[in-house]
């Protein structure tokens, strides 16, 4: 059964959370950035601005309804800092053995979604990322996509993941948006504290401006061979 995108809700508990949050912020932050080169850590992901249709994979098509062909040029090649568009702080997280039991767990329910849900092609996981949206930097980060185009290995994220870690009574605002769906998912659905959220990685998507407080998720994508 193909799917826009699933959700897991409360896969990782209250404590658990608030230890990854404590656990990551300790260590130095940085501004994010829009666009950048595969081999910049502290580039972001590619804002395209367009809709998109996510191109056959071995499986079959998963045609999100856009009608238009995903632009194939990144707009910042080298990465910058907007804040008009992406206001965030980061830190990534590499696959070390301080952090394989985070990795364990979202390769579990991503091999799980892929395998019953999208049907891409993944094989790898670089690294994770942890986000802060702060309501006193107009925390957001406005409508985007995830897939680099230009990558010179030529391969593609293609399955993303957000982990929300905070408690949504902590703060407002903040929702994650995805646009081109048929399901109409309730933003309450995707705001509850421990739940993980799998969707294409070309699929628009958006975390609305934080209005009060802070709201921390954990990312990543799930990358393999160029689509086709």
């Given at each position: 059964?193909?799917?826009?995108?699933?959700?897991?809700?409360?896969?990782l508990?209250?404590?658990?959370?608030?230890?990854?949050?404590?656990?990551?912020?300790?260590?130095?932050?940085?501004?994010?950035?829009?666009?950048?080169?595969?081999?910049?850590?502290?580039?972001?992901?590619?804002?395209?601005?367009?809709?998109?249709?996510?191109?056959?994979?071995?499986?079959?098509?998963?045609?999100?309804?856009?009608?238009?062909?995903?632009?194939?040029?990144?707009?910042?090649?080298?990465?910058?800092?907007?804040?008009?568009?992406?206001?965030?702080?980061?830190?990534?997280?590499?696959?070390?053995?301080?952090?394989?039991?985070?990795?364990?767990?979202?390769?579990?329910?991503?091999?799980?979604?892929?395998?019953?849900?999208?049907?891409?092609?993944?094989?790898?996981?670089?690294?994770?990322?942890?986000?802060?949206?702060?309501?006193?930097?107009?925390g957001?980060?406005?409508?985007?996509?995830?897939?680099?185009w230009?990558?010179?290995?030529?391969?593609?994220?293609?399955?993303?993941?957000?982990?929300?870690?905070?408690?949504?009574?902590?703060?407002?605002?903040?929702?994650f948006?995805?646009?081109?769906?048929?399901?109409?998912?309730?933003?309450?659905?995707?705001?509850?504290?421990g739940t993980?959220?799998?969707?294409?990685?070309?699929?628009?998507?958006?975390?609305?401006?934080?209005?009060?407080?802070?709201?921390?998720?954990?990312?990543?994508?799930?990358?393999?061979?160029?689509?086709?």
């Amino acid at each position: 059964m193909k799917k826009e995108f699933i959700h897991y809700p409360n896969v990782l508990s209250k404590e658990r959370c608030e230890a990854l949050i404590a656990k990551y912020k300790s260590l130095p932050m940085q501004k994010a950035l829009i666009g950048g080169k595969k081999d910049d850590p502290t580039s972001g992901t590619l804002q395209t601005g367009k809709a998109s249709v996510i191109p056959k994979e071995d499986l079959g098509l998963i045609d999100l309804g856009h009608g238009q062909e995903p632009d194939k040029t990144a707009p910042f090649p080298d990465g910058v800092h907007d804040t008009s568009v992406r206001s965030s702080t980061i830190q990534w997280i590499q696959n070390t053995p301080e952090h394989t039991a985070i990795f364990d767990i979202v390769w579990k329910y991503a091999l799980h979604a892929n395998q019953h849900y999208f049907g891409f092609h993944i094989d790898d996981l670089p690294s994770l990322q942890f986000t802060e949206y702060d309501a006193a930097e107009n925390g957001k980060y406005d409508r985007h996509q995830d897939t680099f185009w230009l990558r010179p290995d030529g391969r593609h994220r293609k399955l993303s993941m957000v982990i929300q870690l905070t408690d949504p009574d902590t703060y407002e605002g903040g929702d994650f948006e995805v646009y081109g769906t048929s399901e109409n998912p309730s933003k309450w659905a995707f705001k509850g504290q421990g739940t993980i959220i799998f969707f294409p990685s070309l699929m628009d998507h958006a975390a609305l401006p934080v209005t009060k407080g802070v709201r921390n998720s954990l990312v990543g994508w799930f990358e393999g061979p160029s689509w086709r």
